[in-house]
């Protein structure tokens, strides 16, 4: 199956997410808080988009019925997860003029840029796989550290969220309808879709551990970018 040779195409970039800085350290209960407080932000920002690319691949599917499974797991987003984060965000103070004033990173903006990138070129099945990845691993997260928790209650709560009976549900959801919209003739290109997506969710854990901004290093100067005559 797709999911299967998908799962085993990126098992170091998965194995890296889970035991990447910010994982170990929001487990550990010594992540900053204000490194939280950024990823959440940032997230939020992601999650919006993730959103609207389930609603935007549904309506360029011809399958009624994937197109119905779209549809719900757009609004399962904004019902389910989303009103958790505005949960979270209350308990940080996380105000909406806070989230305005915080642009959107250059390794959010660039990921999601890839998943309409991977609807355009590859249509709902694109989509599909380029959003696979978010559910997929945060699930595992989920599922393999709950359980050992977090000291911090929040950062408890946050890990309890992905391992959640309707949150693993939907997430069998989508490695079903994955299955489901693959073919042998996109399954290559699907699956560097999903490779990419995996790249980019570890590097979403690098992006809030370092608050990335869109800042110039001080280093860099005009003449760094003169060409040789």
Not at 28 to 44: K, M, N, S, V
Not at 189 to 217: C, G, P, R, V
Request: charged share 15%; glycine share 4%.
């Amino acid at each position: 199956m797709f999911t299967d040779q998908a799962h085993a195409a990126t098992l170091a970039s998965w194995t890296a997410s889970k035991h990447h800085p910010f994982i170990t350290q929001l487990c550990a209960g010594t992540l900053p808080r204000e490194t939280f407080r950024y990823y959440l932000i940032q997230d939020h920002y992601y999650l919006q988009e993730f959103g609207k690319l389930h609603d935007l691949a549904a309506v360029q599917s011809h399958d009624p019925q994937v197109a119905q499974q779209l549809h719900a797991g757009a609004e399962h987003l904004r019902q389910g997860e989303i009103a958790v984060r505005q949960t979270f965000f209350e308990r940080l103070n996380i105000t909406p003029e806070e989230v305005a004033a915080t642009p959107v990173a250059p390794t959010g903006y660039a990921y999601t840029s890839h998943l309409y990138r991977a609807l355009a070129t590859a249509g709902t099945a694109g989509a599909v796989a380029g959003l696979l990845p978010c559910y997929w691993l945060y699930a595992e997260i989920g599922q393999e550290l709950a359980q050992a928790g977090s000291p911090v209650p929040i950062y408890q709560d946050w890990l309890n969220t992905y391992d959640a009976d309707d949150y693993t549900g939907m997430m069998a959801d989508q490695l079903a309808l994955a299955n489901q919209v693959a073919t042998p003739a996109n399954q290559a290109e699907l699956l560097e879709i999903f490779k990419k997506s995996s790249w980019y969710e570890l590097n979403f854990w690098q992006m809030a551990l370092d608050h990335e901004t869109w800042a110039i290093l001080a280093s860099t100067k005009p003449s760094d970018f003169s060409v040789e005559k």
